[in-house]
Nanobody
Framework: QVQLVESGGGLVQAGGSLRLSCAASGSGSSSNVMGWYRQAPGKQRELVAIITSGGSTHYADSVKGRFTISRDNAKITFYLQMNSLKPEDTAVYYC???????????WGQGTQVTVSS
């Protein structure tokens, strides 16, 4: 099982930037998919971005061109750089890691991102 600890959320004005970090520890394969999801009040959790161990990325249409996911395999940490933030980006953001071989999925505790207009 992998433990994930998130940091970097907060309150920002529209047009601003935030960087989320997710540090992983514990047992786990180096072959994995790391991702960020978000859940706004009254809505279902949705995919924001994912990155494979090979560096391939995928983004939700709503964040393309504004958000960038990256990973540091040496530190076993991944990031979400969020630029040009909009009020509709307000949500609790969760990091996630999935082991490719076992399909074991682990989640972080969530971090609040609030974008004021």
């Amino acid at each position: 099982q992998v433990q994930l600890v998130e940091s970097g959320g907060g309150l920002v004005q529209a047009g601003g930037s935030l960087r989320l970090s997710c540090a992983a520890s514990g047992s786990g394969s180096s072959s994995n998919v790391m991702g960020w999801y978000r859940q706004a009040p009254g809505k279902q959790r949705e995919l924001v971005a994912i990155i494979t161990s090979g560096g391939s990325t995928h983004y939700a249409d709503s964040v393309k061109g504004r958000f960038t996911i990256s990973r540091d395999n040496a530190k076993i940490t991944f990031y979400l750089q969020m630029n040009s933030l909009k009020p509709e980006d307000t949500a609790v953001y969760y990091c996630n890691i999935v082991d490719v071989a076992t399909h074991q999925a682990d989640w972080g505790q969530g971090t609040q991102v609030t974008v004021s207009s």
